[in-house]
């Protein structure tokens, strides 16, 4: 038996009536690894991200934060200018991030207990661990 392939060896090229031509890149695309574990690498991106713990503040912390808010609140029709840092909670694992952010309060919503800045940022008045 012979196994040269003689009787194929100079046969023409098959060029597909149905089908286009494939580029080489587009050819070398469909050998390429694939990914077995779908959103396995987005889990260890995630896994890796850094969080912070809240911080609880203690009493004289929290009563100096009050009365700052108060005044903040007796001045609330000029829209005072403030610098407000922030615990911003992860929505995909436990903690989260600090947050500062500089601008002029419209309101404080005592009821929500949320502080409202000029530009619509909310901030949770529980959140807050410096004014200044």
């Known amino acids: 038996m012979n196994h040269n392939y003689e009787d194929i060896l100079y046969l023409p090229h098959h060029v597909s009536k149905t089908h286009p031509h494939m580029l080489i890149a587009d050819r070398a695309a469909q050998f390429s690894a694939f990914a077995a574990l779908t959103g396995y690498e987005e889990v260890i991106r995630e896994a890796g991200r850094l969080t912070e713990k809240k911080i609880e503040l203690d009493e004289d912390a929290k009563a100096l934060l009050d009365e700052k808010l108060r005044m903040l609140q007796e001045r609330i029709e000029e ?38 800045m000029t530009d619509g940022t909310r901030i949770a008045v529980g959140e807050i661990v410096q004014l200044i």
């Open 79 to 116: 829209c005072p200018q403030a610098v407000i840092t922030y615990f911003c909670p992860d929505g995909k694992k436990a903690g989260g991030s600090y947050v500062t952010v500089r601008g002029r309060v419209r309101k404080i919503d005592i009821y929500e207990r949320v502080l409202v």
